[in-house]
């Protein structure tokens, strides 16, 4: 029922107009020049619309749809909200642009025009405010007391202080459990202003899920019943073989429930709701038992699967990774049809798309087409010789490793074409001599130009090119700002070449504390951003990878890019990784410290040969302290 013509009965919420009545003045209208409508909604399903004009002078503040527009004038942004948010709203408890990201203001109109609603809604709120409670008040004592320790030009943005993300006022300490929450809300929600992300949905749950896992936090955030309830969600995005075992529509799991099976026996499948980790979501569930091998045992065609419908290679990717975090048996998987399902995504020239039907084909789902066939432990679906080759083209003259052949380097496609190699066990052959017979013979054959002449040097210019993508953190590109997430795919690249201990893992770790939101969690592309999943998961996992381990978090396995303790889990078996010939294995010494250590030990001895000869045969001059400088060159070569 809308009361939108009838006169507003609810004194509260005439008390908050007649409020902003008294804060609308002519300089408010040559600031913020629009004409608002709020929809208030009560308890009772009533519906009363004020109108806020700060247009044109003097303002004006009226009750009922529409009222006081003038001829030629237009609503520039209508907000439908709820009473407690326009109750939060005037009290400064909410903060007008956050309820607009996650949905409690729902606009209609322009975003530029709403963008200007916290200068109406900042006039409410009195500077002297001290109460706790009101967020605006917390952010002005905040600024006002960091203005006097470190002077106001310290002081460039409100949320730069509040997130302490600007000039060296950052939490310098790891807020493991805030992340842990963090994570936990996209168990139970995606956000409003991630809704485009829905056909990503599997992804972020494997941020989630593994962010816990690595954090340490898996079995104190989720309960058995969520954990099953996640499990049984991602088998339902199963695409299965059809029933004659063809692969051909795209075997593999898709990446949300956007495009769902066209049921025809309700009876057979029918669907329910259960809560998500508190119990106040849902989550999208099979009520009956699952067939052995998926969630639907039906031919294709008769199944329902929509035109383009099929299955993902990185959801795919993620989908095994995070049952193998769960525990997951994994027995609903046929296990070899998926891996020879392998074969129909992979291209002539040896790349992979993303999806049989269409796609991009690039370095990013070879990774995912090996991270499959490693999981599963069957390479049956993989022609080895013909991806390796297309790797090998796409090596630049400055040793990193492009998206496809004939671009530009870059430092994701680069952990992904390394770390794919290391799991096919050709690492160590690609780097150290040129492509064998084989790989060179596939590549003629397909008609495709010889790959990047690799030399005995590639291996020194593939890691001079990833040590130079280091500032503080890491950039993917030459001439690109460092971003949190490079931190683990050139760590991680690093430390699969066994050059790990060529990081300067305190600046690196200073730059992840910048990107780190140190109130509300999470981890952000840069500092002074929203935190994401995908950057809060690569944040804690570049974190994982430093000798020095952050308190409490898990060793990530560096080309899966899942801990240790799930790897080790995995039902079909461990395969291990390729043995490094070119460095140490990851996390052990890099190779040419052995060198090193080998001159310290011959300068050591020498120093303190010296130092003892001179005690034996001057000692008057020991006395005088001739020996130390002999005695301390000693030690130090040592250490």
Known sequence: MSNSMAACNDEEINTVFERLRQVVDADLCKT?????????????????????????EPGAVVFGPGSHVRPGQLIGATFALTKETLLGLVDGKIDPMIALLTGKLNLTGSKKTAAKIQMLFSRLIPDDTEKGTSICSRMRNVIRRVRELCGKSHV???????????????????????????????????????ASQDTNRLTIVFFAVSGLDVLGQLDAKLTTEHRKNIIDWIYSLQVLPAGNGSTAHGTGFRGGSFITCVRT????????????????????????????????????????????????LAMTYTALATLAVLGDSMERINRHQLALALRDYQQPDGSFTSTIHSGETDMRFLYCACCVAY??????????????????????????????????????????????????????AVLERPPTPAVSAAANAQGHPPAHPVHDTSHERLVHWLTARQGHGFQG????????????????????????????????????????????????????????????????????????????????????????????????????????????????????????????????????????ALVATHPERSLRGFWWPWLLTGIVSYS
């Not at 409508?37 to 700060?54: E, M, T």
């Open 32 to 56: 913020v020049r629009a004409i608002y409508q709020f929809d208030v909604g009560v308890a009772d399903g009533s519906v009363y619309s004020w109108v806020v004009d700060v247009h044109k």
């Open 156 to 194: 460039a943005k409100s949320h730069s202080v509040i997130t302490g993300q600007k000039e060296g006022l950052y939490n310098q300490d790891f807020v493991g459990e805030k992340h842990a929450r963090y994570l936990v809300r996209f168990l139970d929600m995606i956000p409003q202003f991630m």
């Open 265 to 312: 026996d309700p009876a057979r499948h029918e669907t329910a709701v259960l809560g998500g980790a508190s119990g106040s979501e849902p989550v999208l569930k099979a009520t009956e038992a699952q067939p052995p091998h998926g969630c639907c045992s039906c031919e294709v065609g008769t199944r329902g699967l929509h035109n383009g419908d099929g299955g993902h």
């Open 375 to 428: 999981m599963l432990n069957d390479w049956s679906g993989i022609d080895v010789d013909a991806a390796v080759g297309f790797v090998l083209r796409s090596v630049g003259y400055d040793g990193g490793v492009a998206q496809r052949p004939g671009l530009e380097s870059h430092g994701g496609s680069t952990f992904c074409a390394i770390a794919s190699l290391k799991m096919m066990g050709r690492l160590n």
């Open 477 to 612: 590109r030459p001439h690109k700002p460092e971003d949190t997430c490079y931190s683990f795919w050139v760590g991680a690249t690093l430390h699969l070449l066994g050059c790990a201990t060529l990081i300067n893992e305190s600046e690196n770790r200073a730059f992840l504390m910048q990107t780190q939101n140190s109130f509300g969690g999470g981890f952000s592309k840069w500092a002074d951003v929203l935190a994401d999943p995908l950057h809060t998961y690569m944040g804690i996992s570049a974190l994982s990878l430093m000798r020095g381990h952050e308190q409490g978090l898990r060793a990530v396995h560096p080309a899966l890019n899942v801990s240790m303790r799930a790897f080790q889990a995995l039902p079909f078996g461990t395969p291990p990784l390729e043995p490094s010939t070119l460095g140490a294995d990851p996390g052990d010494e890099h190779p040419n410290l052995s060198v090193v250590q080998g001159v310290r030990a011959v300068l050591t001895a020498a120093a303190l040969a010296s130092a003892f």
